[in-house]
């Protein structure tokens, strides 16, 4: 009984009522901004003083493009990041502000994120608590929401960040007439890249086998609708 109402709880909060604000992108950004007021998460949310946005649904490189980024910049550039979700893009693109927008294939993006929410909170909690249904629905929700500003961002795909993020960062300067300093992608700055960073960026044993215990429910959800019409976006997207 408990975990049927803890169910229907994070149901309506965590992905009804975040999907309803997310349809209202400035109405979110604001309210992000205040929720986030006076603490250092906040530098984190767009504002007219950002240089640079960089977003992407959760585990598709957005850890790695912000300190990679960051190694090749130093923190002279304010980075809007980590939201996490498509009104961040939207008002960047509303405001000009040069955009980075992450893209991975669904099931993997899917899988590790479940994986990483697991390990983080317990595996009986995320799933007491949680649906993965539900972290793909979020995903299709995420591209379908910034598909209209398609050509007011830059897209870059999970594989291109981790073999070459330089040149990345020298499409951003070419689209944005920006002059950032390109990352060089040696496996001596990639391996600082990671060791600079929290454990969540690094490969991991724990999650790992985690995923292992997802790989039947994402099977599953091979064969539904909602994983045909991820799919669908993705291909959209990379295909543009």
């Avoid at 992108?25 to 530098?43: C, D, F, H, M, N």
């Avoid at 961002?153 to 960040?161: D, H, N, Q, Y």
């Avoid at 044993?205 to 091979?222: P, T, W």
């Amino acid at each position: 009984m408990l975990k049927g109402i803890k169910k229907t709880k994070n149901y309506l909060l965590q992905h009804r009522l975040k999907r309803i604000l997310e349809n209202k992108p400035s109405l979110y950004v604001q309210i992000q901004r205040w929720r986030y007021a006076g603490k250092r998460y906040s530098r984190k949310i767009v504002n007219s003083n950002t240089d640079i946005v960089i977003e992407g649904y959760p585990r598709s490189a957005n850890s790695f493009s912000v300190k990679a980024f960051k190694f090749a910049n130093g923190n002279q550039y304010k980075i809007a990041t980590h939201q996490h979700a498509s009104p961040q893009v939207v008002e960047a693109v509303k405001m000009s502000i040069p955009t980075i927008v992450l893209i991975r294939k669904p099931q993997d993006a899917v899988l590790s994120y479940a994986a990483l929410r697991a390990a983080t909170h317990g595996l009986e909690n995320f799933r007491s608590g949680y649906d993965m249904r539900w972290l793909l629905e979020d995903y299709i929700a995420f591209y379908e929401n910034v598909r209209n500003v398609r050509n007011g961002f830059l897209l870059a795909t999970f594989e291109e960040v981790l073999s070459d993020y330089g040149a990345v960062i020298e499409k951003v300067n070419q689209k944005f007439n920006t002059d950032f300093n390109a990352f060089e992608h040696t496996d001596e700055n990639v391996s600082k890249v990671f060791s600079s960073a929290k454990k969540h960026l690094s490969p991991s044993e724990e999650r790992d086998a985690i995923k292992k215990v997802f790989e039947e429910e994402m099977e599953r959800l091979k064969k539904t609708d909602t994983y045909a019409k991820a799919q669908q976006v993705y291909q959209a997207f990379i295909n543009h």
